[in-house]
């Protein structure tokens, strides 16, 4: 039974996600409510909650996680000052006349986009109102249209500066840094959100070139 419940969790929180209701409610009062739960079945200590204040208060005053909502502050200044859609008439300009070259002009301005805003949402939605009714009117394939924007747009995840990138940096330094105590190295090193944008920068340049090749190979 214990062992299903983090299952049941997850299957909750998907079905009051589908259902409309606001994500942070979703999260905060689904957790609360298998917090009780637990209490009542004797799986969890509701005295875990008195450190709920300490940890929110934690949280507002880590100076790595301020990166995130001015990310998203920069992707709707993007937005609202059609700075992404003149981009995109820029690029499809200079690479009109080639072969696939609007797909090549998506490609490239999500790749700007995602170094820009570090969010999926908003470089998804930005080349998904700009660019496919183009795509569409010059015979591009609707599996390649869509494909090419979806796949541009998620590129905002790896290339940096990127907001899971900065998440997973705040993670991954603690745990770095407790997992080399447990060993016995009482001089630990860190794992800095600058070492995780470096490692990322390679493989997101990689994957759109690859991108551009397949594009190539298709139009």
Not at 13 to 27: E, I, K, Q, S, W
Not at 105 to 133: F, K
Request: charged share 10%.
């Amino acid at each position: 039974m214990h062992a299903l419940l983090p299952l049941l969790l997850f299957f909750i929180v998907c079905v009051v996600l589908m259902a409309g209701y606001p994500v942070a409610l979703t999260l905060a009062g689904t957790a609360l409510l298998f917090a009780f739960a637990g209490e009542l079945i004797g799986f969890f200590d509701i005295t875990f909650l008195q450190a709920l204040p300490s940890r929110l208060y934690g949280i507002m005053t880590n100076t790595t996680l301020i990166a995130v909502p001015l990310f998203v502050f920069m992707g709707i200044m993007l937005e609202r000052s059609r700075v992404a859609e003149n981009l995109l008439d820029t690029m499809a300009e200079l690479f009109g006349r080639l072969r696939g070259g609007l797909g090549y002009s998506v490609a490239l301005v999500g790749m700007l986009l995602a170094a820009s805003t570090g969010i999926v949402g908003a470089t998804v939605v930005t080349m998904g109102l700009l660019s496919l009714p183009t795509m569409l009117r010059r015979d591009y394939d609707p599996r390649i249209a869509t494909g090419i924007i979806c796949a541009s747009g998620t590129l905002g995840q790896i290339i940096p500066p990127s907001i899971v990138l900065v998440l997973l940096g705040d993670v991954l330094s603690s745990a770095y840094q407790q997992a080399q105590l447990d060993m016995g190295i009482f001089s630990p090193e860190t794992v800095s959100v600058g070492d995780l944008f470096t490692g990322a920068l390679v493989p997101g340049v990689l994957l759109v070139l690859l991108y551009i090749v397949y594009l190539r190979r298709c139009c």
